[in-house]
Structures are given as structure tokens and as C-alpha cells.
């Protein structure tokens, strides 16, 4: 069973920071390439972070491009999105997603697989 299971949202201030994990099971996880995206109440899900599956390319959506960091470890079959410097703009419920590799890494409709969510909340 695919299962994609995301860890470590909180409530924060801003400028603080958050480390949000995704655990992946249930298939082969090394050939995937991994995206982090969110959705705030009242708005569309958007790209935040993606990584490659060798990890030799990250992409990164313009609001958080020198805040947030997209990693994994192919031998834990994780995938981590450290967040810093966080902003209330950036409160929004994080999903984890994957795809084997394709273009266009922030349009959702390429993703196969997703999780089930972490909430994130930035006070001011």
C-alpha cells in the first residue's frame, strides 16, 4: 500500500522555524522525485519545493526561495522541507507529493501520489 505520511507542522511566530518530514512506504522510492505544496484556506494549492529523485535539482517558488530548503534521504525514504524564517503568509496546510520525474513540477495534476497533510500556522 503507497502511503506518503507528513510529520512536524506546528504553530510558530513569525520568524521562527519549522522542519516538515514525509515518511514514504509502499513502493520504490528512489526513482520518485518528491514536491512539497501547500494550501491556505480560501486559496489553491500551490508549489512550494521540489527535488529531483537523485536529488541533483531543486526548484523553489519565488515566496520562499531563500527561506525554505527541500532535502531527502534515499536510504530513509524521506523527504524534509526545513522552513525558516517563517512568515503568517506561510500558514497553510503542507502536503507531501510524488511523481516519476516529468516537467512543470508546481502543476499538482503531475503528481500521483499525496499525503494526507501537516498544518503549519505563523502568528505575527
Known amino acids: 500500500q503507497v502511503q506518503l505520511v507528513e510529520s512536524g507542522g506546528d504553530s510558530v511566530q513569525a520568524g521562527g522555524s519549522l522542519r516538515l518530514s514525509c515518511a514514504v512506504s509502499?513502493?520504490?522510492?528512489?526513482?520518485?522525485?518528491m514536491a512539497w505544496f501547500r494550501q491556505a484556506p480560501g486559496k489553491e494549492r500551490e508549489g512550494v519545493a521540489y527535488?529531483?529523485?537523485?536529488?541533483?535539482?531543486?526548484n523553489y517558488a519565488d515566496s520562499v526561495k531563500g527561506r525554505f530548503t527541500i532535502s531527502r534521504d534515499n536510504a530513509k525514504n524521506t523527504v524534509t522541507l526545513q522552513m525558516n524564517s517563517l512568515k503568517p503568509e506561510d500558514t497553510a496546510m503542507y502536503y507531501c507529493?510524488?511523481?516519476?520525474?516529468?516537467?512543470?513540477?508546481?502543476?499538482?495534476?503531475?503528481?500521483?501520489?499525496w499525503g494526507q497533510g501537516t498544518q503549519v500556522t505563523v502568528s505575527s
Open positions: 507529493a510524488a511523481r516519476y520525474g516529468g516537467d512543470n513540477w508546481e502543476n499538482e495534476g503531475f503528481y500521483r501520489y
Open positions: 527535488i529531483t529523485h537523485d536529488a541533483v535539482s531543486t
Open positions: 509502499g513502493f520504490r522510492y528512489g526513482p520518485l522525485a
